[in-house]
């Protein structure tokens, strides 16, 4: 299915992988986590700029519509936590 990276950025330097988990469960947990980030961004940004917040809304139906491919289970669990 795939993986879980784990990675350190120091300001203003490239990233390093420290380590790679492979736990589906824990894959599922970690895109409905970033999932929620980008609703709440959306949201502030909509708050300043509505035309940018409906741009930022558009980009979260992507990644929902990406992570829904690419993570088996996704929808279930990202819609059980709005429930």
């Given at each position: ?76 669990v990202a819609d059980g936590r709005l429930q």
């Amino acid at each position: 299915m795939g993986s879980l990276t784990i990675t350190y950025q120091p300001p203003g330097q490239r990233p390093l992988s420290v380590a790679t988990v492979e736990d589906e469960g824990l894959l599922r947990q970690a895109a409905v986590l970033a999932l929620a980030q980008a609703e709440r961004r959306a949201a502030a940004t909509a708050a300043e700029d509505p035309i940018m917040g409906q741009l930022q809304a558009a980009e979260v139906e992507r990644l929902r519509a990406t992570l829904a491919i690419l993570i088996p289970g996704f929808l279930e669990v990202a819609d059980g936590r709005l429930q």
